[in-house]
Protein backbone atom coordinates (compact mmCIF):
# COMPACT_ATOMS: atom_id res chain seq x y z
CA UNK A 1 0.00 0.00 0.00
CA UNK A 2 1.23 3.74 -0.81
CA UNK A 3 0.20 6.33 1.12
CA UNK A 4 1.16 10.15 0.13
CA UNK A 5 3.67 11.51 2.68
CA UNK A 6 3.99 8.36 4.17
CA UNK A 7 5.24 6.13 1.80
CA UNK A 8 4.80 2.24 1.60
CA UNK A 9 4.13 -0.27 3.43
CA UNK A 10 3.28 -4.35 3.26
CA UNK A 11 0.10 -5.78 5.12
CA UNK A 12 -2.12 -9.26 5.44
CA UNK A 13 -5.47 -8.59 3.37
CA UNK A 14 -7.99 -10.30 5.65
CA UNK A 15 -10.91 -9.26 3.48
CA UNK A 16 -11.61 -8.56 0.55
CA UNK A 17 -14.80 -7.75 -1.48
CA UNK A 18 -15.30 -5.44 -4.88
CA UNK A 19 -16.37 -2.46 -2.78
CA UNK A 20 -13.08 -2.68 -0.09
CA UNK A 21 -10.76 -4.58 2.12
CA UNK A 22 -9.68 -5.19 5.46
CA UNK A 23 -5.58 -5.27 6.48
CA UNK A 24 -3.87 -6.00 9.43
CA UNK A 25 -0.23 -6.29 9.63
CA UNK A 26 0.74 -2.66 9.03
CA UNK A 27 0.54 0.72 11.07
CA UNK A 28 -3.08 1.64 11.53
CA UNK A 29 -4.63 3.85 9.26
CA UNK A 30 -6.59 7.27 9.94
CA UNK A 31 -10.35 7.58 8.90
CA UNK A 32 -10.21 9.40 5.88
CA UNK A 33 -6.63 8.63 4.88
CA UNK A 34 -6.37 8.23 1.24
CA UNK A 35 -3.92 6.05 -0.84
CA UNK A 36 -3.49 3.02 -3.14
CA UNK A 37 -3.11 -0.54 -2.69
CA UNK A 38 -1.72 -3.27 -4.68
CA UNK A 39 -2.74 -7.03 -4.14
CA UNK A 40 -0.97 -9.96 -5.73
CA UNK A 41 -2.71 -11.64 -8.49
CA UNK A 42 -4.54 -7.80 -9.45
CA UNK A 43 -2.65 -6.08 -12.43
CA UNK A 44 -3.75 -2.61 -11.54
CA UNK A 45 -3.34 -0.39 -8.00
CA UNK A 46 -6.74 0.05 -6.04
CA UNK A 47 -7.32 3.77 -4.96
CA UNK A 48 -8.82 3.70 -1.43
CA UNK A 49 -10.23 5.55 1.46
CA UNK A 50 -9.69 4.34 5.11
CA UNK A 51 -12.99 4.20 6.67
CA UNK A 52 -11.93 2.62 10.14
CA UNK A 53 -9.74 0.97 12.42
CA UNK A 54 -10.03 -1.14 14.96
CA UNK A 55 -8.05 -3.88 17.24
CA UNK A 56 -5.16 -3.57 14.29
CA UNK A 57 -7.53 -3.84 11.52
CA UNK A 58 -7.81 -1.22 8.92
CA UNK A 59 -10.59 -0.93 6.71
CA UNK A 60 -10.54 0.69 3.33
CA UNK A 61 -13.05 1.59 0.59
CA UNK A 62 -12.14 1.49 -2.69
CA UNK A 63 -12.37 4.70 -5.14
CA UNK A 64 -12.55 2.83 -8.25
CA UNK A 65 -13.39 4.78 -11.40
CA UNK A 66 -16.14 2.72 -13.93
CA UNK A 67 -13.64 1.06 -15.95
CA UNK A 68 -11.32 -0.12 -12.96
CA UNK A 69 -14.08 -1.34 -10.74
CA UNK A 70 -15.96 -3.15 -14.18
CA UNK A 71 -12.28 -5.26 -14.11
CA UNK A 72 -12.01 -5.55 -10.59
CA UNK A 73 -15.40 -6.73 -9.51
CA UNK A 74 -14.75 -10.54 -10.34
CA UNK A 75 -11.56 -10.42 -8.98
CA UNK A 76 -12.57 -11.13 -5.09
CA UNK A 77 -14.27 -14.43 -5.53
CA UNK A 78 -10.52 -15.73 -8.09
CA UNK A 79 -8.72 -14.67 -5.44
CA UNK A 80 -10.95 -15.55 -1.97
CA UNK A 81 -8.49 -17.77 -0.08
CA UNK A 82 -8.89 -21.22 1.31
CA UNK A 83 -10.22 -21.41 5.02
CA UNK A 84 -6.26 -22.97 5.88
CA UNK A 85 -4.00 -21.02 3.38
CA UNK A 86 -1.90 -17.61 4.66
CA UNK A 87 -3.53 -14.28 4.04
CA UNK A 88 -2.78 -12.79 0.87
CA UNK A 89 0.02 -9.81 1.01
CA UNK A 90 -0.75 -6.32 -0.26
CA UNK A 91 2.15 -4.08 -0.90
Sequence with gaps: MSIA??????????DLSAGGASLCGAKTLLPGVTGTLQIDGVSFPLPFVVHGADHG???????????AAA????????????ERSAPRRAA
Excluded at 71 to 82: D, S, T
Design 5 to 14: GQGTASARVT
Design 57 to 67: VSHLGFRLDAA
Design 71 to 82: AFEPLPERLALP
